[in-house]
Nanobody, 117 residues
């Protein structure tokens, strides 16, 4: 069992920045993918960014160049640095963990990001 604890989120003005973090604990695997998805009511959940345990990253086309996902301090914690935020970035952001060795998927509880003046 893997538990995901998200932090960050909140209200930010257009053009501002915000940082999210997700810490995984429990029976984590040495090979995994962690990342962030976001969802707006009435729309499907979409990929924001993810990172593999060996360092490869992926970004949604709408955020590449503005957002950065990283794992700089601990293998079990990932960060999402969001810059140049736009009102259309407003959504609930969910952390996701996927074990490669064991095909098990886990989701965080979600955190609200609101971009508004």
């Amino acid at each position: 069992q893997v538990q995901l604890v998200e932090s960050g989120g909140g209200l930010v003005q257009p053009g501002g920045s915000l940082s999210l973090s997700c810490a995984a604990s429990g029976s984590t695997s040495s090979r995994y993918v962690m990342g962030w998805y976001r969802q707006v009511p009435g729309r499907q959940r979409e990929l924001v960014a993810n990172i593999f345990s060996y360092g490869v990253t992926n970004y949604g086309d709408f955020v590449k160049g503005r957002f950065t996902i990283s794992r700089p301090y601990a293998e079990s914690t990932v960060y999402l640095q969001m810059n140049s935020l736009k009102p259309e970035d407003t959504a609930v952001y969910y952390c996701k963990y996927l074990s490669i060795d064991l095909p098990q998927e886990y989701w965080g509880q979600g955190t609200q990001v609101t971009v508004s003046s």
